[in-house]
């Protein structure tokens, strides 16, 4: 069985150190790999640019995905993923600061399969996480990978 790997899309290096002591803290030792735009984010999804030698088939089990993002935003990063069939159903949780009612609806209207929002205390930024990587990773029932043409 392959390890569950978690994707963190995340440009702020404050809040990819808080995500990923908040993964140990709470004991998930999965592999992390940390995309800092959404260019490099769709490289190591789709196997392309940097990532152009990485096993496609290999997919993460989440996603958790920033919207403000340098390059390409949050938004367009779900958009293409939900376009292909090979990413359309891998579970992206949208994991932001932003307050904005519009990137909410817009990430449910473009398939986000959760939404939440950063909180500023760490313990609770810290249990936010915990509780998502238990759920996402060893409770839902991921649906299967589909290979690529």
Same mark, same amino acid.
């Given at each position: 069985?392959?390890?569950?790997? &978690?994707?963190?899309? =995340?440009?702020?290096p404050?809040?990819? !150190?808080?995500?990923?002591?908040? %993964?140990?803290?709470g004991? @998930?030792?999965?592999?992390?790999v940390?995309?800092?735009?959404?260019?490099?984010?769709?490289?190591?999804?789709?196997?392309?640019?940097?990532?152009?030698?990485?096993?496609?088939?290999?997919?993460?089990q989440?996603?958790?995905?920033?919207?403000?993002?340098?390059? &390409?935003?949050?938004? =367009?990063?779900?958009?293409?993923?939900? !376009?292909?069939?090979?990413?359309? %159903?891998?579970?992206?949780? @949208?994991?932001?600061?932003?307050?904005?009612e519009?990137?909410?609806?817009?990430?449910?209207?473009?398939?986000?399969?959760?939404?939440?929002?950063?909180?500023?205390?760490f313990?609770?930024?810290?249990?936010?996480?915990?509780?998502?990587?238990?759920?996402?990773?060893?409770?839902?029932?991921?649906p299967?990978?589909?290979?690529?043409s």
């Amino acid at each position: 069985m392959q390890e569950k790997i &978690i994707l963190l899309v =995340e440009d702020n290096p404050d809040d990819e !150190a808080l995500t990923l002591r908040a %993964l140990q803290k709470g004991n @998930i030792h999965n592999e992390v790999v940390v995309a800092h735009d959404g260019v490099e984010a769709l490289d190591y999804l789709f196997a392309t640019g940097t990532y152009a030698g990485r096993e496609a088939s290999l997919a993460p089990q989440l996603v958790l995905l920033d919207l403000k993002l340098p390059k &390409i935003d949050g938004l =367009e990063v779900l958009k293409r993923l939900r !376009a292909d069939e090979g990413t359309r %159903l891998l579970p992206v949780v @949208i994991l932001t600061s932003s307050k904005e009612e519009q990137d909410l609806i817009n990430s449910y209207s473009l398939g986000a399969n959760s939404y939440i929002r950063k909180p500023v205390d760490f313990l609770q930024f810290s249990q936010s996480v915990q509780q998502l990587g238990l759920y996402w990773l060893l409770l839902n029932e991921a649906p299967p990978m589909r290979n690529r043409s």
